[in-house]
Structures are given as C-alpha cells and as structure tokens.
C-alpha cells in the first residue's frame, strides 16, 4: 500500500516533510539515549568548532563529522525500529541490520576524533 501522502506536491509536500522530521526529532530525544548524549556532544563541540582559530573549511568539516554522528544514529534508530517492528524473537537476520547499524554509528564516532586531530594538527 502506498502512503497518501506521496502524492502531494509543492509547499503541502515540503510543509509535511518538515514535519515529519520534528516528529522524528522529537521520537529520538525522547526513545534513544544515544541520541540525546549524541546531542549534547554536538552542543559542545559545534560551538568549539566556531571559536577555533581555523578557517572556515576546517570549521565546516568539523562539524560535518559531528551532524556526520546525529545522522547515522538516526538512521540506525530507524532500522532497530522497523526491525523491532517486524519481530522481536530472535532472528540472525534481525541481529546483523541492527549490528550492521550499530557499527556504523561507532565508525562515525570514530570520524571525528579523526577529523579534529588532523584539522588542528595535520
């Protein structure tokens, strides 16, 4: 079955769009706590990325890595979600999406280490 709402188009489609994302937002701070510690990490470190004395491509990769972090998390809280959806028993094929989500979120966790090191001393 195909969603209603795909058929709308111009302002009444972006409109929806921007809803929906709050409503996701709002769905990973209040059911994932790895998200809201995600989130206070980029509070601290966006800010610190600005004030940094680099330029403003160093400053904006920085932060890229940091959303880099908030976006893999969400779409690995998706993916456990629609898996936890389909079944919670057990099942090898439910454990590798939601491991295979899980190390990418640890592999953008990884990133911006990376990233900060080779910006500020690279």
Same mark, same amino acid.
């Given at each position: ?39 206070? @990490? ?24 940091? @959303? @880099? ?5 969400? @779409? ?47």
């Amino acid at each position: 079955m195909e969603s209603p709402y795909k058929g709308k188009t111009g302002f009444r489609r972006i409109w929806n769009a921007l809803l929906y994302s709050f409503d996701g937002f709002a769905a990973a701070l209040r059911h994932e706590g790895a998200f809201r510690q995600e989130v206070v @990490l980029a509070l601290i470190l966006i800010p610190l990325a600005l004030q940094l004395p680099v330029g403003g491509d160093a400053k904006s990769v920085m932060i890229a890595s940091v @959303l @880099l972090v908030l976006i893999v998390e969400l @779409l690995n809280s998706g993916i456990e979600a629609v898996t936890d959806r389909v079944s919670l028993e057990d099942h090898a094929l439910a454990k590798r999406a939601k491991d295979l989500g899980s190390a990418a979120v640890m592999l953008s966790l990884i990133n911006v280490p990376i990233v900060w090191l080779l910006v500020m001393f690279g």
